[in-house]
């Protein structure tokens, strides 16, 4: 459902060899699954590359990327946060990067967030800052068109920093 057929190039595997299960779970207001086979191969790719990764930050299974094992939350956040940065236009501009954006991108920021602030998780400064960097790089970048997801992330990034108290610096 809803994911392209084709070969990446070097990516190892077909981008179509991929059940999308983003239509699970999903209200009737919300946007269906892109068609990925409108992208070009490489736009395919970076879509299925940054999909996967923000799977394996929620420990699931990768779905394109498959072999591949649970990576570290401070990493994803990273290269997601990166990826947005350098590569505005193709996430501003495209809808299936969009539809990436509110159904990956904005609810991995949001439960590793909710995770951080439950666990008064002092000891993962680390984690702490990429989140910090990754809404900085939302709000700014891509507040218009992901409004409600951005009022959100700035209220749980207040909540965080709140439930901090007293910072260290």
């Known amino acids: 459902a809803g994911v392209g ?10 981008c179509g060899a991929v059940a999308s299960s983003e239509e699970d779970g999903l209200s009737a207001a919300a946007a269906s699954p892109p068609d990925l086979n409108a992208l070009s191969v490489a736009a395919r790719c970076a879509y299925l590359a940054v999909h996967d990764l923000c799977l394996l930050a929620n420990n699931e ?10 990576v570290g ?5 990273e290269v997601v946060q990166r990826t947005l940065q350098n590569h505005t236009a193709l996430f501003r501009q495209r809808a299936a990067f969009q ?8 609810p ?10 439950q666990h008064h998780a002092a000891h993962e400064w680390g984690n702490a800052l990429r989140l910090c960097h990754l809404t900085a790089t939302l709000l700014s ?11 959100i992330l700035l209220a749980m990034l207040t909540r965080m920093l709140d439930a901090e108290g007293s910072p260290i610096w």
């Open 99 to 106: 539809y990436l954006l509110r159904e990956r991108a904005c």
């Open 5 to 14: 057929a084709g070969a990446c190039a070097g990516g190892g595997g077909e």
């Open 141 to 151: 970048g891509y507040g218009p068109l992901l409004r409600t997801e951005c009022e």
């Open 61 to 70: 299974p990768a779905q394109w990327l498959t072999g591949s094992g649970p």
């Open 108 to 117: 991995l920021v949001l439960k590793t967030m909710q995770h951080h602030a």
């Open 73 to 77: 939350v401070a990493f994803a956040l």
